[in-house]
């Protein structure tokens, strides 16, 4: 998985790209991981995920995004969904995480 980041004002957009899913030694899935706890260390916690470029994802990845979730609201930030295929929106539903994470269509 690559991550791009980009700033829209105050917000930290992680643009993902590729899997989100379980992997020899987690390596698809560490780079979230790492570039959330890296934001909110450095007192960015207003983080946007854009899901548009992931290609699969697993109930790894799903628990992946609920630990990021997590780990912003701790440091009481503001943590968004942004763009998820319908593939990935249909598991976000299934799960019922989308009632507990804000998710919309898209972020300029």
Do not use: Y
Not at 8 to 16: E, K, Q, R, V
Not at 21 to 31: I, K, Q, W
Not at 39 to 52: E, Q
Request: with cysteine.
């Amino acid at each position: 998985m690559d991550i791009t980041r980009r700033f829209l004002g105050g917000t930290a957009m992680l643009d993902l790209e590729g899997r989100l899913t379980d992997g020899p030694a987690e390596v698809e899935l560490a780079p979230l991981r790492a570039a959330i706890c890296e934001l909110t260390s450095n007192g960015c916690v207003d983080v946007a995920i854009n899901l548009a470029g992931v290609t699969q994802l697993d109930a790894r990845g799903l628990g992946e995004l609920v630990c990021a979730f997590t780990i912003v609201r701790r440091h009481a930030g503001r943590f968004t969904l942004v763009s998820p295929t319908s593939r990935v929106a249909k598991m976000l539903a299934v799960t019922r995480i989308d009632s507990v994470i804000d998710v919309c269509d898209s972020k300029s």
